[in-house]
């Protein structure tokens, strides 16, 4: 399968409720954003081998990073992470990387 690129280079502000979301899908890159004020910066709902990296996540009421069911084979490479009430949530999934 080919390389989904969902998000890249963006500036994402007081945005919706997540800053960044994707689901169902299989490598898929998250890069380059800037996300603040989101009830969670980046949200993986079961998506396979997705790489989130160089990413700034600041003030989440929630998560700054959530993956959640079946995000296997997954890697976190993240350039900030602050003022999130929690960093990082990984539920349900296995075999992953990250290096903060």
Do not use: P, W
């Not at 994402?12 to 899908?25: A, M, R």
């Not at 999130?84 to 949530?89: H, K, L, M, S, T």
């Amino acid at each position: 399968m080919d390389c989904l690129v969902k998000d890249t280079d963006n500036e994402i502000n007081d945005h919706e409720l997540i800053g960044v979301t994707t689901g169902f899908s299989y490598k898929t890159v998250i890069s380059n954003n800037i996300i603040s004020n989101q009830f969670d910066g980046i949200y993986v709902y079961q998506s396979i081998d997705t790489t989130i990296s160089h990413n700034t996540i600041t003030y989440s009421s929630e998560f700054g990073v959530l993956l959640r069911n079946e995000c296997d084979e997954s890697a976190i490479f993240e350039k900030s992470l602050s003022n999130n009430r929690f960093c990082i949530g990984i539920f349900f999934s296995i075999n992953f990387t990250m290096r903060i």
